[in-house]
């Protein structure tokens, strides 16, 4: 691949969502160097180990670089991008004009570009005419999606990560931060050693590399979060830590909320035994929150991947608004994201039950609005389904086709073996994607060959709402093309108008057309207290497209002077997004996980990430130094549960579900509660004998938000 620079391209690192700036640049060698840029308020020059080898993950092995249809034999045979377009928008049209347009599906990823969400979406919801579009973020961040339309009337983020610096306490709930969002962690850890004061409070029922650095960690047990953040709620209230001024002029709803918390979780000690967490460390924890005015709670996987995930993320808002600390430097509830674009997706109505520029599917107003700025022909009329159902959809043989995008969902799906029975009996399945040989591409009918990292151009939004450029620095390997090219062409060949773009540059700007015509229309009865807006990013040519710096939503412009302003912190003004411009206190009636362990399944799976390896290894595994980290899968599991049940540390050891079993290797790490162990989501069918834990996760999902239960699934283990 040759460069197309070779002084070095500002970039986005493509792995979690801290979002951080890099720079690229081919050495003489033909080596790619990759530098934290120090200009990048995200990260300000740092990089993780994950960030610093991705010059060792962008080679050509394994690439998926000609369009590639399957034969009647089951081969791949190469074809050209009109035969293999041709065969994607033919068969969508026809099974579309025989079954109706809920029976075609696509399901994306936030591994994609905003520009590639947003015309997916497009596509989808308004020319198809059908909303069966969701996402792998659906996996990771729906239920911070769902608790914050709850709490704020929109999908808002409060804080900023400068906050977290800002703080006087950092709580992190369900995330292993040092490992999987290593340079917030180091940011935490850097303001931590400038003020020894500023205290770091770790909730997780693992002893995680995140609590090295904590002044407590709470090991709560798994699923009671719920417990114990209404037992916060009811202490900060009934201890003189009752924002009143606040609570009056600014939210609704306390009353139910407090009752509800009261009822079950007024009193410590009972919240402890619940929580099996000791008493005097919940108390000491909630009189440093009662006592700490700058406080922020970060939450991530650990609280959203739960049947009560929504309610786990309003229980923490609900804290937050009780006391008043939200809107102000330094305090606020946070949800630290997974994915690189999980929040661009959602700007761009990436879920299944959402439209573009935060607005709701199953708003009449909205849907009109977004239909008559696209012009387009069929608008969805009801939300899709959600990824657990839309994969449950093509089993049952109700969706008949589906076009699957930068996302591997048979080992990153729960009950993974359903989404395997699915594509072997779907009619047609799709596949864009970089690498070939994936689980899931073993089952498409067409491959399409898209841009990876380094080659492809467009925004990235991370955690802190920070909108950022990923600039190409390789020239298009074999016939690649970027992925919002590829369905804008597949669009054409159905027959629909609107997909004739100049470049990329023209996709963002129609996306912050559409944000800014939502709120400018005073006949769009309700629009006016949204918050997502891009009116200053509006009307740049290709050249200030590609001069973007990075800028947090929502983005104005001044009317005289033209000047361009990010915001760094929502809800200073105190005004939030429902109609009355008040945030809602939720009431979390508190429940457990949806299957508890019993005398045939034991023990509770819990998945997550290690530190170097991202998703399913397509890229992370290509380095050799990522990988010396932790070379195979393993099961970590209590020294006194492997005695019990026969599997010696070292050993191979089969893991069940009542959804299937894998085969790793067992240790003991030190950091896991008895009764739990914990098994990585990254290895696959193509990395060892099948070791994709997902083929065992419970398929049981958050009923409002569709976020499935990672966190606790019962197992038993035998050796192998
Ligand atoms: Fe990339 Fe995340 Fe590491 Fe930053 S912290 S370099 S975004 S993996």
């Given at each position: 691949?040759?460069?197309?620079?070779?002084?070095?391209?500002?970039?986005?690192?493509?792995?979690?969502?801290?979002?951080?700036?890099?720079?690229?640049?081919?050495?003489?060698?033909?080596?790619?160097?990759?530098?934290?840029?120090?200009?990048?308020?995200?990260?300000?020059?740092?990089?993780?180990?994950?960030?610093?080898?991705?010059?060792?993950?962008?080679?050509?092995?394994?690439?998926?670089?000609?369009?590639?249809?399957?034969?009647?034999?089951?081969?791949?045979?190469?074809?050209?991008?009109?035969a293999a377009l041709d065969k994607v928008a033919g068969g969508l049209r026809d099974i579309i004009d025989r079954h109706g347009p809920d029976s075609v599906a696509l399901y994306v990823s936030g591994q994609l570009l905003t520009e590639d969400y947003y015309i997916a979406n497009k596509l989808m919801k308004g020319y198809v005419g059908s909303a069966n579009i969701d996402t792998n973020s659906r996996l990771c961040m729906s239920s911070a999606v769902a608790g914050h339309k709850r709490a704020f009337g929109e999908d808002?983020?409060?804080?900023?990560?400068?906050?977290?610096?800002?703080?006087?306490?950092?709580?992190?709930?369900?995330?292993?931060?040092?490992?999987?969002?290593?340079?917030?962690?180091?940011?935490?850890?850097?303001?931590?050693?400038?003020?020894?004061?500023?205290?770091?409070?770790?909730?997780?029922?693992?002893?995680?590399?995140?609590?090295?650095?904590?002044?407590?960690?709470?090991?709560?047990?798994?699923?009671?979060?719920?417990?114990?953040?209404?037992?916060?709620?009811?202490?900060?209230?009934?201890?003189?830590?009752?924002?009143?001024?606040?609570?009056?002029?600014?939210?609704?709803?306390?009353?139910?909320?407090?009752?509800?918390?009261?009822?079950?979780?007024?009193?410590?000690?009972?919240?402890?035994?619940?929580?099996?967490?000791?008493?005097?460390?919940?108390?000491?924890?909630?009189?440093?929150?009662?006592?700490?005015?700058?406080?922020?709670?970060?939450?991530?996987?650990?609280?959203?991947?739960?049947?009560?995930?929504?309610?786990?993320?309003?229980?923490?808002?609900?804290?937050?608004?009780?006391?008043?600390?939200?809107?102000?430097?330094?305090?606020?509830?946070?949800?630290?994201?997974?994915?690189?674009?999980?929040?661009?997706?959602?700007?761009?109505?990436?879920?299944?039950?959402?439209?573009?520029?935060?607005?709701?599917?199953?708003?009449?107003?909205?849907?009109?609005?977004?239909?008559?700025?696209?012009?387009?022909?069929?608008?969805?009329?009801?939300?899709?389904?959600?990824?657990?159902?839309?994969?449950?959809?093509?089993?049952?043989?109700?969706?008949?086709?589906?076009?699957?995008?930068?996302?591997?969902?048979?080992?990153?799906?729960?009950?993974?073996?359903?989404?395997?029975?699915?594509?072997?009996?779907?009619?047609?399945?799709?596949?864009?994607?970089?690498?070939?040989?994936?689980?899931?591409?073993?089952?498409?009918?067409?491959?399409?060959?898209?841009?990876?990292?380094?080659?492809?151009?467009?925004?990235?939004?991370?955690?802190?709402?920070?909108?950022?450029?990923?600039?190409?620095?390789?020239?298009?390997?074999?016939?690649?093309?970027?992925?919002?090219?590829?369905?804008?062409?597949?669009?054409?060949?159905?027959?629909?108008?609107?997909?004739?773009?100049?470049?990329?540059?023209?996709?963002?700007?129609?996306?912050?057309?559409?944000?800014?015509?939502?709120?400018?229309?005073?006949?769009?009865?309700?629009?006016?207290?949204?918050?997502?807006?891009?009116?200053?990013?509006?009307?740049?040519?290709?050249?200030?497209?590609?001069?973007?710096?990075?800028?947090?939503?929502?983005?104005?412009?001044?009317?005289?002077?033209?000047?361009?302003?990010?915001?760094?912190?929502?809800?200073?003004?105190?005004?939030?997004?429902?109609?009355?411009?008040?945030?809602?206190?939720?009431?979390?009636?508190?429940?457990?996980?949806?299957?508890?362990?019993?005398?045939?399944?034991?023990?509770?799976?819990?998945?997550?990430?290690?530190?170097?390896?991202?998703?399913?290894?397509?890229?992370?595994?290509?380095?050799?130094?990522?990988?010396?980290?932790?070379?195979?899968?393993?099961?970590?599991?209590?020294?006194?549960?492997?005695?019990r049940y026969g599997v010696r540390e070292g050993s191979l050891a089969r893991i069940s579900s009542r959804w299937g079993a894998m085969v790793a290797r067992v240790q003991h790490s030190g950091g896991i509660a008895r009764g739990s162990v914990f098994v990585p989501i990254h290895w696959s069918n193509q990395t060892a004998s099948d070791a994709r834990v997902g083929a065992l996760v419970n398929p049981v999902v958050d009923p409002l938000s569709g976020e499935p239960e990672f966190k606790h699934t019962p197992v038993s283990?035998?050796?192998?």
């Amino acid at each position: 691949q040759a460069p197309l620079s070779t002084v070095g391209t500002k970039t986005t690192c493509p792995y979690c969502g801290v979002g951080c700036g890099v720079r690229a640049a081919m050495q003489a060698d033909g080596v790619i160097a990759v530098t934290g840029d120090e200009l990048h308020p995200a990260n300000k020059g740092r990089l993780c180990v994950k960030g610093s080898a991705l010059g060792e993950t962008v080679d050509l092995d394994g690439r998926l670089l000609h369009p590639k249809v399957r034969d009647a034999d089951g081969a791949l045979q190469r074809v050209s991008w009109d035969a293999a377009l041709d065969k994607v928008a033919g068969g969508l049209r026809d099974i579309i004009d025989r079954h109706g347009p809920d029976s075609v599906a696509l399901y994306v990823s936030g591994q994609l570009l905003t520009e590639d969400y947003y015309i997916a979406n497009k596509l989808m919801k308004g020319y198809v005419g059908s909303a069966n579009i969701d996402t792998n973020s659906r996996l990771c961040m729906s239920s911070a999606v769902a608790g914050h339309k709850r709490a704020f009337g929109e999908d808002l983020v409060p804080v900023s990560y400068e906050d977290l610096e800002l703080a006087d306490m950092v709580v992190l709930v369900g995330s292993n931060t040092a490992w999987c969002h290593p340079i917030l962690f180091q940011r935490i850890a850097k303001a931590k050693e400038n003020r020894p004061e500023m205290k770091l409070i770790v909730i997780d029922p693992r002893r995680t590399a995140t609590c090295e650095l904590a002044d407590m960690h709470l090991p709560v047990k798994a699923g009671t979060d719920v417990w114990l953040f209404n037992g916060l709620m009811s202490f900060l209230a009934h201890r003189g830590a009752r924002d009143n001024a606040f609570v009056d002029a600014h939210t609704s709803g306390l009353g139910e909320a407090l009752a509800i918390a009261d009822a079950d979780c007024a009193d410590p000690h009972e919240v402890a035994r619940i929580c099996k967490v000791d008493v005097n460390d919940l108390l000491a924890f909630y009189q440093l929150f009662a006592d700490t005015e700058k406080v922020i709670t970060g939450f991530s996987m650990g609280v959203n991947q739960s049947s009560a995930g929504t309610d786990k993320v309003n229980s923490i808002i609900n804290c937050h608004l009780i006391s008043g600390r939200i809107g102000k430097p330094g305090m606020g509830p946070f949800s630290i994201t997974g994915q690189p674009n999980a929040m661009g997706g959602r700007e761009v109505g990436g879920l299944a039950n959402m439209l573009a520029a935060h607005m709701d599917l199953d708003n009449a107003l909205h849907r009109d609005t977004v239909q008559t700025f696209w012009g387009s022909p069929h608008m969805a009329d009801k939300p899709g389904l959600k990824a657990v159902d839309l994969f449950n959809a093509i089993e049952a043989g109700r969706i008949k086709a589906v076009w699957i995008m930068a996302t591997n969902p048979m080992v990153s799906m729960p009950d993974a073996n359903v989404v395997q029975r699915a594509l072997s009996k779907c009619e047609l399945v799709v596949a864009s994607d970089i690498v070939e040989g994936t689980d899931t591409n073993a089952f498409a009918h067409v491959l399409l060959p898209a841009l990876g990292w380094g080659e492809k151009d467009g925004t990235v939004t991370n955690s802190e709402r920070r909108i950022s450029r990923q600039r190409a620095f390789l020239t298009a390997p074999g016939e690649a093309r970027p992925d919002w090219q590829i369905i804008c062409d597949v669009a054409i060949r159905m027959g629909y108008r609107g997909f004739d773009f100049a470049g990329v540059h023209a996709v963002f700007d129609e996306h912050a057309r559409l944000s800014s015509y939502r709120n400018g229309p005073p006949q769009i009865a309700g629009n006016s207290m949204r918050v997502f807006n891009l009116d200053g990013l509006t009307g740049m040519s290709k050249q200030q497209f590609d001069q973007l710096q990075p800028i947090q939503w929502p983005v104005t412009r001044d009317k005289h002077s033209g000047d361009v302003t990010g915001t760094a912190r929502l809800f200073g003004n105190q005004r939030y997004a429902h109609a009355d411009g008040k945030a809602r206190f939720v009431a979390t009636p508190p429940r457990g996980p949806a299957h508890l362990p019993d005398e045939e399944f034991p023990l509770t799976l819990n998945t997550g990430r290690v530190r170097d390896q991202w998703h399913t290894m397509t890229r992370t595994g290509k380095s050799a130094r990522l990988a010396d980290h932790v070379p195979e899968s393993f099961i970590d599991m209590h020294p006194q549960d492997a005695l019990r049940y026969g599997v010696r540390e070292g050993s191979l050891a089969r893991i069940s579900s009542r959804w299937g079993a894998m085969v790793a290797r067992v240790q003991h790490s030190g950091g896991i509660a008895r009764g739990s162990v914990f098994v990585p989501i990254h290895w696959s069918n193509q990395t060892a004998s099948d070791a994709r834990v997902g083929a065992l996760v419970n398929p049981v999902v958050d009923p409002l938000s569709g976020e499935p239960e990672f966190k606790h699934t019962p197992v038993s283990i035998e050796e192998f």
